[in-house]
């Protein structure tokens, strides 16, 4: 492509950098043409994954309650330099597709509302079990 431009008048420079363009749209569209849907309005997705049992949880639930300890894990995820608190809420499917958190079933329907969306959400598994991730920053 440097070639075409620096062999040719404005023109043929013109038309060089509109086909560097496209090679590089094109570049693009290739690489992350099998990136999950909804990754970013105009942002190239990130292939990152964080592996739920790399994190280091500490079971936090009510042991007289559905699900015991484990029905709520708490550990800390890093997202570039932030620190967030991950909650993991065990969960299970009930008749005509509703979800709920075996314990703290309030808290996922506050995440419900506040992100506008509607359950059943995508879930992780950790130790056999289905959980529902939420995060948020730690305080400063």
Known sequence: LQNEADEGNDDDMSQAFDRAAEVLDA???????????????????TRDRIDPAGIDWT???????????DAQLLGTVWIGST???AL????????????TALQR???????MNALGDQSPYETVE????????????HAR
């Open 105 to 111: 079933d309030e808290d996922l329907g506050m995440a």
């Open 126 to 137: 950790i130790d056999g079990r289905p959980y529902v991730l939420l995060l948020s920053p």
């Open 88 to 99: 993991a809420l065990q969960v299970e499917d009930q008749d005509g597709g509703i979800q």
């Open 83 to 85: 620190p967030f608190h």
């Open 59 to 69: 079971a936090c639930g009510d042991p007289d309650e559905p699900g015991g300890e």
């Open 27 to 45: 570049a693009i569209t290739d690489a992350f043409s099998d990136a999950p849907s909804g990754s970013g309005a105009g942002r190239a997705p």
